[in-house]
């Protein structure tokens, strides 16, 4: 509960919170960031319970039997319910505990449809099945960015909410290949305070930080500008830093101010991974 109770500067379609979170948070990247296949066999778990159990039959079951479908249940609800009215909106990670129970809701749903042979029914379940093996394949091995389509897919996934749900670091080793195989000699980056060890690791003589976002006030009271820069310089930036952003105390108001809200209109001439972009001046 005090974890849950923590408050950061988030971003969740394109604005930002430093008091609490928003109440649409977990069930909106729930919807988007579940592969629609499983949607669509939740909906036929849905429809595949109410043919399988009639009034009649409900009120044979008894209390031992109903117990687990009940227990569940109140665990999703009650966790879900703690969830949306945390303040805690830094990924959808922090909901993952709940989806063991949703997976075995929709298979008993899904049961349902097998034991009574509902053709239809079962004919969605396999293209659904299908589906979900082709996102499985399709999207490898940016599992972790990964967006549906109904937000625009993974590569516009950055738009809808960042930090852990777009961008772990899980990008770096990528970076580091890249700039061997493009011949780069020296190419800032700004992936946030902290970072420098993975870069020095994965590409070590090839990078220094940059440090212009809010995220290096941490180091310093003085961040470097983009101006800095000069005309042909590369600058690589990951996408939490990018849609990064901070608050300032004005009277009694806090007030928000962007990192890199001039490059956020730039278009960047290379992409490494689905989480940094590159720029060049």
């Known amino acids: 509960m005090r974890r849950v109770a923590s408050y950061q500067v988030q971003y969740f379609l394109g604005e930002y919170s430093v008091y609490g979170g928003w109440r649409t948070y977990f069930p909106i990247l729930y919807l988007l960031k579940t592969p629609i296949a499983f949607h669509v066999v939740s909906v036929v778990a849905f429809v595949g319970a109410i043919i399988d159990f009639s009034w009649v039959k409900v009120k044979a079951i008894s209390w031992e039997n109903a117990l687990p479908y009940i227990t569940m249940a109140v665990v999703v609800g009650s966790y879900m319910l703690v969830a949306i009215y945390?303040?805690?909106?830094?990924?959808?990670?922090?909901?993952?505990?709940?989806?063991?129970?949703?997976?075995?809701i929709v298979a008993i749903g899904c049961s349902g449809v097998i034991r009574k042979h509902n053709l239809p029914l079962m004919v969605v379940l396999i293209v659904a099945g299908v589906s979900y093996l082709w996102v499985g394949l399709s999207e490898f091995p940016h599992y972790l960015s990964y967006f549906n389509q109904i937000s625009g897919g993974t590569r516009k996934g950055y738009e809808i909410s960042v930090s852990s749900d777009y961008s772990w670091d899980q990008d770096y080793k990528r970076f580091g290949e890249w700039v061997r195989e493009n011949g780069v000699e020296k190419i800032p980056v700004?992936?946030?305070y902290g970072r420098d060890a993975a870069f020095n690791y994965y590409a070590k003589d090839f990078t220094e930080p940059f440090r212009g976002s809010s995220s290096w006030l941490q180091e310093s009271s003085k961040l470097q500008d983009i101006s800095e820069l000069s005309k042909g310089d590369l600058l690589g930036v990951c996408v939490p830093i990018l849609y990064g952003g901070y608050y300032v105390m004005e009277g009694q108001e806090f007030h928000v101010r962007y990192d890199y809200q001039t490059l956020r209109n730039m278009q960047p001439i290379d992409r490494v991974g689905t989480s940094i972009f590159i720029y060049r001046f």
């Open 86 to 104: 945390s303040p805690l909106n830094i990924g959808v990670r922090h909901i993952i505990p709940l989806l063991p129970y949703v997976m075995i």
């Open 190 to 192: 700004d992936c946030g």
